[in-house]
């Protein structure tokens, strides 16, 4: 008997000659070369413009996933009886972006300045449900400093602190006076930015640029994932690129010189687009995840992982502030 997941792919023209389970999709061996079916959540019209960047790319001779469109000419296919959305994509077998390679993460990057280029020329509207509010990065700060603050008086008021608790408010003021800083220079720069420059700095990103979603497949790196797309700031990717990969080298300075000047030799960056992303890299990010994580946990019991999270974020500030030192340097 046919599985869902094989009734689902009868909606195309593929033959199907192999499925094997991956991880949360099925891999397809088909005769037009392996394919991936994967559950969507987004809506009809996020898939409609996926599949048409996607195909926008590919004209272009940028290496990327594709859609393949159903027999009735459709983004998403549709399991009619559970009501779930599914996406089906060609493809591409390889080995992940090895972060403790420097030049598996310096093509990377390049990888990513070349994307940011092209999306520029994309001429088509873009749709509204990708767009985000020019004031969503100062807005998302200003909730973040509501929420350790009121960690810290949820912490602050018991009367027994467990380990984690007389840890995480030994380095409080440090880090809210950072945060309190930041927010303040990121309100400061948005009230200054001329229309001109501000509508230069937004674009099409990629939404959720990591290692995972950069593959070399057969000499060639490709990139996949491309559902968490946006319409917004574009040195996002790269700030949220090299936080991930920096936390990862102790923040090393001379890595991520190197790394942005990689991006830079492709895509020239804006001393506006320094900028944010000083302001996006100088937020202490880290220390307030690692606080919503306790605001949403259960407080009777602390794992022993979070105390390690929170002391590695503590022995790495010194290097940070080494790194932003740095940075900061090339936006005045």
Known sequence: MYNREEEILEQYEVEIRSTSKGRGALNCDTDKGMMLLKEFRGSKERAAFLYDILE??????????????????????????????????????????????????LCAVRKLARLHNLTKCYEKEIPEFLKTDGNSLLDEYERHN????????????????NDFELLFMKVYEGYRNQAREVTEQLKRQMEGLKETVFVQMFGLCHGDYNQHNVVFCQGEWVLINFEQMTYDVLVQ?????????????NWNTELGIEMI???DSIRKLLPEEMEQLYLRLAYPKKYWKIANHYSGSRKSW????????????????????QFLKMLFCFTT
Do not use: H, M, W
């Open 146 to 161: 509501r929420e350790l603050n009121k960690v810290k008086n949820y912490i602050r008021n018991k009367n027994k602190k």
């Open 56 to 105: 926008f790319l590919s004209s272009r001779g940028f290496l990327a996933e594709t859609a393949v469109l159903s027999k009735e000419g459709e983004a998403l296919s549709k399991d009619e009886i559970n009501g779930v959305s599914y996406l089906l994509k060609n493809r591409y077998p390889g080995r992940e972006c090895d972060v403790k390679n420097k030049e598996d993460v």
């Open 237 to 249: 990717d790269l700030a949220n690129f090299l936080r991930k990969i920096l936390e990862k080298y």
């Open 302 to 321: 602390i794992s022993g992982r979070d105390i390690e999270k929170l002391e590695k974020v503590i022995e790495q500030e010194e290097q940070r502030k």
């Open 261 to 263: 000047t990689a991006y």
